[in-house]
């Protein structure tokens, strides 16, 4: 991964500034000892957290470790509905704002056109309390009047996400819950995201894999380490120092092995084994319908469905780990299959 990502700047930028309800409360929401685990596998424990109006706090980790599982808890926080800790406390401030933007386009209606998309109600919408035309508000995100009649379906990812941006600054927001937000993203648009929410007044949780964004923005992260452990570091520097320093340590504590009698002469490198070469024909198509189906989980997980339904919430986190799993050793395979092959 690139440690810095630079960015041609340009003057066709997006427009986006987000809505805070400029509340003065020093304490948003704190959860204290919060847990969560499927069946054996646990998530965290003991988390705690808080959230005051100018927190910008970074969620770290790797695909499946648990950030999204806690960002739908803290998007229910003060609600009786929605994902919950199995253990621990959340207190809210009263008539708490949360707002969560959607990386995976769930909240888009492929069929509507883009008019619809942008100004459901009508030829307008209401921004800080201004009556902006829907061509105005369109032009703010580089939409063109021509586009208007467009079925979202023939839009590109980066426009579709422009549209979930724009109906996210009509939302005033104490907490805002981002996940993975830069995901389809154009140049200029991400410039002026960045922009907008390091001007955010309320609390922002953000989730993304974007290094350049996570330094820019927030003033804090909080890793995943993937066997139930979360920490908080100062910035994503301090984060990978930690996971190597971790890393390093596991490797010099494995126990010395005791040396093996001599294997017997193994085929000439270069070569493989029938049943090895249609193995290895086979393990990409695999992988790819493995992973295929994980993404697919993922996606599963955060439905309304699930987040509602903590039993077949567990049954996906159970299937999504298993097939992690299996995915792991495939590559080690393939890697040993590849090794075997090339001499």
């Known amino acids: 991964m690139s440690s810095v990502r630079t960015r041609n700047r340009s003057t066709g930028a997006v427009g986006i500034q987000f809505d805070s309800t400029s509340r003065k409360t020093k304490q948003l929401l704190v959860g204290k000892g919060l847990s969560k685990a499927f069946d054996d596998n646990t998530i965290f424990s003991d988390l705690d957290i808080i959230l005051s109006p100018g927190s910008r706090l970074g969620v770290l980790g790797?695909?499946?470790t648990g950030k999204s599982t806690l960002m739908q808890i803290l998007a229910a926080a003060g609600s009786d509905s929605g994902a919950k800790p199995d253990s621990g406390t959340i207190k809210v401030a009263e008539n708490l704002t949360i707002v969560s933007f959607d990386q995976r386009r769930e909240q888009l209606d492929l069929d509507t056109t883009l008019k619809r998309a942008l100004a459901p109600d009508g030829d307008s919408v209401v921004y800080q309390g201004r009556t902006v035309h829907v061509v105005s508000w369109a032009k703010r995100f580089l939409f063109r009047p021509d586009q208007l009649d467009t079925p979202v379906s023939r839009l590109s990812g980066g426009e579709q996400a422009r549209i979930l941006i724009a109906r996210l600054m009509l939302r005033p927001a104490d907490i805002l819950l981002l996940d993975e937000p830069t995901n389809d993203l154009d140049i200029p648009s991400l410039d002026v995201l960045e922009e907008s929410l390091r001007e955010f007044r309320g609390a922002l949780v953000l989730v993304s894999h974007d290094r350049f964004m996570l330094d820019q923005i927030c003033t804090m992260v909080l890793g995943f380490s993937g066997s139930g452990q979360t920490d908080y570091f100062a910035d994503y520097e301090q984060w990978l120092q930690v996971l190597e320093q971790k890393k390093a340590e596991k490797t010099s504590n494995k126990p010395v092995k005791k040396a093996l009698p001599p294997k017997p002469a193994s085929p000439k490198p270069g070569k493989l084994s029938y049943m090895d070469q249609r193995e290895y024909d086979q393990l990409e198509d695999i992988i790819m319908e493995?992973?295929?189906?994980?993404?697919?989980?993922?996606?599963?997980?955060?439905?309304?469905?699930?987040t509602s339904d903590a039993t077949l919430l567990e049954e996906y986190w159970k299937e999504q780990q298993t097939l992690q799993e299996e995915v792991e050793h495939h590559y080690a395979r393939w890697d040993e299959l590849e090794t075997l092959k090339n001499g």
Do not use: F, H, V, Y
């Open 62 to 64: 790797r695909n499946g």
């Open 290 to 306: 493995k992973e295929t189906r994980i993404q697919a989980l993922q996606e599963l997980m955060t439905s309304d469905e699930a």
